[in-house]
């Protein structure tokens, strides 16, 4: 998925912590005392919806060149669907959704209609959508997460 042209991914936090190699261990940021969810690590990518996408994708492929194996990410948008996705779908939705479960490469999916499953690695990318829809997809995709969750976009 990494266009010949494309530079090295970078991942780019808030102001605060340097950049760090998305497969060194960290310690996680810490999830509130109520919550039974994981300690996860949460990054942000701040970059609008038209380019959110495409930042995703070098992510994707900086994780997978340090190692990640594709079944470990998953891959959630807020708005329109990802391309790969859309290619996916049009193998029928029983091919999909059975890709899903096998977990043998990265998965792509509408963050409101993904089933439950559980990653290594979730990917949000905020490309559209209301902000009560993005604060849900947060929601939702934090619970999908079990080590890293990245959110490419501004999701609030």
């Not at 919806?49 to 998953?74: K, N, T």
Request: aromatic share 4%; net charge negative.
């Amino acid at each position: 998925m990494r266009r010949p042209d494309a530079g090295p991914a970078r991942i780019v936090p808030k102001p605060g912590p340097a950049p760090r190699n998305p497969a060194a261990p960290v310690a996680p940021e810490s999830a509130p005392a109520a919550s039974t969810a994981p300690e996860i690590e949460i990054q942000r990518i701040e970059v609008g919806p038209g380019a959110a996408l495409e930042r995703a994708d070098e992510l994707v492929d900086a994780l997978l060149e340090a190692g990640r194996a594709p079944g470990q990410i998953l891959v959630l948008t807020t708005g329109g669907p990802h391309p790969w996705q859309q290619h996916e779908e049009s193998f029928g939705a029983e091919h999909y959704w059975a890709q899903l479960g096998e977990a043998q490469d990265v998965f792509y999916a509408g963050a409101a209609a993904c089933r439950p499953v559980r990653r290594e690695v979730v990917v949000l990318v905020v490309n559209g959508g209301s902000a009560a829809a993005v604060s849900r997809a947060v929601a939702t995709a934090r619970s999908h997460a079990t080590g890293l969750l990245v959110l490419c976009g501004n999701a609030g």
